[in-house]
């Protein structure tokens, strides 16, 4: 027991270690940090939230509402929603989305947008106030499945019941989904699932492995890991999808597989399904990916550093008010 726990506090140092040196090699830039001389959006919250999905997990999540938002006038507001909503708001941390999101809109460089921040599910009846950053113990199974249940729960439970009280459009091409690790590749399944209710995607060091994977038995069949996903979009039709990829050399590698060489290989499935469908002549749509490689490990620093010019990029083409 006492080696054990001697290999784990080891682990636990080589990570903070790790995100400490990727924190110090990719910073936030000022578009991630407050100023006063701007408007400022209002973060609401936490809400809880009880799924009739995921029967007996209750969950938290965030509103972000825009400067200006009015509920009766003008064009409704775009969307941004982020997995492991604790870290994606929180002030302190690698990512700080509405700074960057009241920053980017103040300039803007991005149409006004409502944020929603949503924790994974936790098997309780309260989410527990001591959880913190970390993370609940129904997130493998919601964020890591290849099926769409995490999508129905998302377009059918949560979204309806935010536009209780807040407008935002209903274009999936002014609609965007992120998230980073398992975050990421759930943020992905939901476009995979239904792009006709998000057709954007932030994927930051995206966990495009087996995670997910069980072998079958008695209990049941074969479940998938995310490392199909690029046999998956190599033999599907396109799906009018928008992505950018972020990754490092230094991400894990282990029994589930190896993160980085994983994300190259949704990068490479994604350009091959385009140049297929180019040579030919293939109608219909395409995937419009774009991607950004470094030296970090499994950690937010690099996409957060990176995610004010991710947003400017994911929606480049949109209208402005």
Not at 185 to 207: E, M, Y
Not at 242 to 256: T, V
Request: with cysteine; hydrophobic share 40%.
């Amino acid at each position: 027991m006492r080696f054990l726990l001697a290999v784990l506090c080891a682990f636990l140092s080589l990570g903070t270690a790790r995100a400490q040196t990727d924190s110090a090699l990719y910073p936030l830039t000022q578009e991630s940090l407050p100023h006063a001389n701007i408007q400022h959006g209002r973060l609401t919250g936490p809400f809880e939230f009880h799924s009739a999905t995921f029967a007996g997990t209750v969950r938290r999540y965030w509103v972000y509402v825009p400067a200006g938002y009015q509920r009766r006038r003008g064009p409704p507001p775009n969307l941004l929603v982020f997995q492991d909503g604790q870290r994606a708001a929180n002030p302190e941390g690698s990512l700080r989305i509405p700074n960057v999101l009241d920053n980017l809109i103040a300039k803007g460089d991005i149409p006004p947008t409502l944020g929603i921040f949503i924790t994974p599910g936790n098997s309780s009846a309260r989410y527990p106030d001591d959880l913190g950053m970390r993370n609940p113990d129904h997130r493998a199974a919601e964020y890591d499945s290849l099926g769409g249940d995490y999508a129905r729960f998302l377009i059918d439970e949560l979204l309806p019941e935010v536009a209780r009280t807040y407008r935002f459009t209903d274009d999936p091409r002014r609609r965007v989904i992120g998230g980073t690790s398992s975050g990421a590749i759930c943020a992905f399944t939901v476009a995979w699932h239904r792009p006709d209710a998000f057709a954007n995607v932030i994927s930051l060091i995206g966990s495009y492995t087996s995670i997910g994977y069980r072998a079958a038995s008695d209990a049941g069949p074969m479940l998938p890991g995310g490392d199909l996903y690029p046999g998956l979009i190599r033999k599907n039709p396109i799906r009018p999808i928008r992505i950018f990829l972020q990754d490092g050399a230094n991400d894990l590698n282990n029994e589930h597989g190896n993160w980085f060489l994983a994300n190259q290989q949704m990068l490479s499935a994604l350009e091959w399904a385009n140049a297929n469908a180019d040579a030919h002549g293939a109608p219909g749509p395409r995937y419009d990916v774009n991607h950004a490689w470094g030296e970090g490990g499994h950690s937010d620093a690099h996409g957060g550093a990176l995610l004010p010019d991710i947003l400017r990029w994911i929606w480049r083409d949109a209208p402005r008010p």
